[in-house]
């Protein structure tokens, strides 16, 4: 009787083995799988350990680009001839900034405009053999329209930036007036903007590598970047020039220095 039962009860037995087994390795296969999910970012994003660093870019240029701003102002009786007062000083203007390389395309006109003038006037008082004087003024008066004022603005960009000085000299003794600048900027400012910002995402690559090397980890895909986007640019040296200071001569040569274009990024890495 025992010979006949054992060969059933070691297929009980084997068969409870391969039952634990089975389950050890689907054991083993999920908590795989979680971790590969966990490791690849494919769980809740909240479940993430990540790494946040930021890197910063420079890059030194120096200005190609002036920028002046002029306006002329005039007064007469007559709108006609505040107008032809602009117009005169304009021609004037605009031929010696082509006499200095200086392109129509680069001369804008920004703003044009006249606008009546007005002065308050007493009104005199009838005489008065009492005061001993002859007339003398009496309470209220009235704005009285005296003339016109033309005035018209104008931009330029100067290409030649050895030419500032020489330029807003020049344009001071036109009688122009009010006269500002230069401002110094390049011209294609995009090129150098991407090589700022290659920096800067160089530099945080840099230290988010060096801490997770410190920290036994390994840094996985990004999943968050953002950048300044204002690019500010410092002027490294500039000059600026009004009409009322119009007889202190402008130097030959204006510096111009060296302009600072930067970038600010900020990225954060899933770490395994």
Request: with cysteine.
């Amino acid at each position: 009787m025992d010979n006949i039962n054992l060969p059933n009860q070691y297929i009980k037995n084997l068969y409870r083995a391969l039952f634990v087994f089975l389950i050890v390795l689907s054991l083993f296969f999920v908590v795989k799988l979680l971790a590969e999910f966990r490791s690849y970012g494919m769980m809740d994003s909240s479940e993430s350990n990540t790494i946040t660093l930021s890197g910063h870019g420079e890059i030194m240029a120096v200005p190609d680009i002036a920028n002046i701003y002029f306006t002329i102002k005039k007064e007469a009786k007559t709108v006609k001839e505040a107008q032809n007062g602009v117009a005169e000083i304009e021609k004037r203007a605009l031929d010696f900034l082509k006499e200095n390389g200086v392109a129509d395309k680069d001369i804008k006109t920004i703003d044009a405009s006249f606008n009546p003038k007005y002065e308050w006037k007493l009104r005199p008082c009838p005489y008065d053999p009492s005061m001993g004087v002859v007339s003398r003024p009496c309470p209220g008066g009235k704005n009285e329209l005296t003339g016109y004022e033309a005035s018209e603005s104008i931009n330029v960009k100067i290409r030649n930036t050895d030419n500032v000085g020489k330029i807003i000299q020049g344009l001071g003794g036109l009688g122009v007036t009010d006269l500002n600048g230069p401002n110094f900027t390049i011209d294609n400012e995009d090129a150098l903007k991407a090589q700022a910002r290659k920096k800067a995402i160089d530099d945080a690559r840099e230290k988010a590598q060096a801490l997770a090397k410190d920290l036994g980890v390994r840094l996985g895909k990004i999943s968050s970047f953002s950048e300044n986007g204002n690019y500010p640019i410092y002027y490294a040296e500039s000059a600026m020039m009004k009409s009322d200071t119009v007889s202190a001569p402008a130097p030959a040569q204006i510096p111009k220095g060296e302009n600072t274009i930067s970038s600010d990024v900020t990225i954060i890495w899933e770490i395994r």
